[in-house]
């Protein structure tokens, strides 16, 4: 009887360290009016659909944290009220906001839909853009960097960017500090990747050129490996191998995907990760489905698809619980 209990328990605790290291329970969607959606990722059942109201205060840039505890979400963003950036605590059940930390002045620049930096060890977010109106649209990395509580901006000599391509995109390893970039340059139009530490704040991998082209990609690294992935509204979701040593670029997965419209636009998103796993947000056939990714094991879990009158589509942010 004893053995049996102990046995039970350490099982709970195992299953506690591994709900921990990532798994991913809800796959959410906050909209550009404010609405806040959560979706069951085993049960692919709708489990939030609120007005948060939070139009007037907040313009949202990224979700960067979210907590399965709590059931809470962190976004970054702009309060309105003073025109200072913050990390921006939203508690789901209580469906209210609570100003954490905060810069001095506000980002209001331009971004592609993708899983924003951060680092709460280091205390900092990032992104990269390009700075606008200059006449030489390089590469830069912007960092909210709320020890200091300014917005940097850190410049690459990558030369001009093509404006019209989603990119730039990246994805940060918390364990290196290394973030992944992959940018389009003006001309000729090819996709390259460039790795810049943030705590050495060197480039730690000279640009190399990718020897396919897409359009609108998301970048993750996780698990020691790096993915492309194509979220084109309208096509199936391709995820990419990427091998940074040999320079290839190999297809390793498709999910099923097929919005009949562009429904929101491509600058938004249908993707969150938390630890080393992703999920995507797919439609095909009037009905909606999660699929979560273990990027360590390449396990994946595709929810049973959901129907409903809500008309979802490509929403500003997008994330994991
Ligand atoms: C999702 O559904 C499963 C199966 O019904 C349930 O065990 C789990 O608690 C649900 N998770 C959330 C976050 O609602
Ligand atoms: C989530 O919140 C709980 C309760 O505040 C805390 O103990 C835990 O460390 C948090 N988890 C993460 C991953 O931050
Ligand atoms: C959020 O709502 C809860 C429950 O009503 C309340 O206890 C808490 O103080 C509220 N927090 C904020 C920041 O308004
Ligand atoms: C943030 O600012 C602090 C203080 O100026 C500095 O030490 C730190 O390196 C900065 N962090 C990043 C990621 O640039
Ligand atoms: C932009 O990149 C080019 C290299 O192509 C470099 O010569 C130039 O100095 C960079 N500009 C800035 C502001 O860093």
Redesign the pocket.
């Known amino acids: 009887m004893r053995l049996i209990s102990t046995i039970v328990i350490l099982l709970a605790c195992l299953c506690n360290i591994i709900n ?1 290291s990532g798994q991913i329970d809800q796959f959410f969607m906050m909209t550009k009016f404010g609405m806040f959606f959560s979706f069951n990722t085993t049960t692919g059942q709708l489990i939030t659909n609120q007005n948060t109201k939070s139009g007037d205060k907040y313009f949202f840039y990224a979700a960067v944290d979210s ?1 399965s ?2 059931n809470t979400v962190t976004f970054l963003g702009t309060d309105k009220t003073d025109r200072n950036d913050y990390l921006i605590e939203y508690n789901i059940e209580h469906n209210n906001f609570t100003n954490l930390q905060g810069i001095e002045g506000q980002y209001g620049g331009f971004e592609w839909s993708q899983i924003f930096a951060y680092d709460p060890v280091h205390n900092f977010a990032a992104l990269p853009s390009i700075v606008m109106n200059e006449q030489e649209a390089n590469l830069t990395i912007f960092v909210w960097n709320f020890t200091s509580q300014e917005l940097e901006e850190i410049t690459l000599p990558t030369g001009s960017l093509n404006q019209n391509d989603m990119t730039p995109v990246a994805s940060y390893d918390i364990e290196t500090g290394n973030y992944y970039i992959v940018y389009c340059l003006a001309n000729p139009k090819i996709l390259y990747l460039v790795v810049y530490n943030m705590l050495s704040r060197k480039i730690v991998q000279d640009p190399i050129a990718f020897d396919i082209y897409i359009p609108t990609p998301q970048i993750v690294f996780a698990a020691g490996k790096l993915f492309l992935i194509n979220t084109y509204p309208m096509q199936n979701y391709e995820i990419y191998n990427v091998d940074v040593t040999a320079k290839t670029v190999t297809p390793a997965y498709t999910i099923a995907n097929s919005w009949t419209t562009n429904q929101g636009s491509d600058f938004d998103m249908v993707i969150g990760q938390k630890g080393t796993s992703i999920v995507l947000f797919s439609h095909s056939k009037l009905a909606y489905t999660c699929t979560t990714i273990d990027l360590e094991t390449m396990s994946f879990h595709a929810s049973p698809s959901y129907q409903t009158d809500i008309k979802f589509g490509y929403e500003w942010v997008s994330g994991a619980i």
Request: contains cysteine; charged residues 0%; glycine residues 0%.
């Open positions: 921990c907590n505890t709590t």
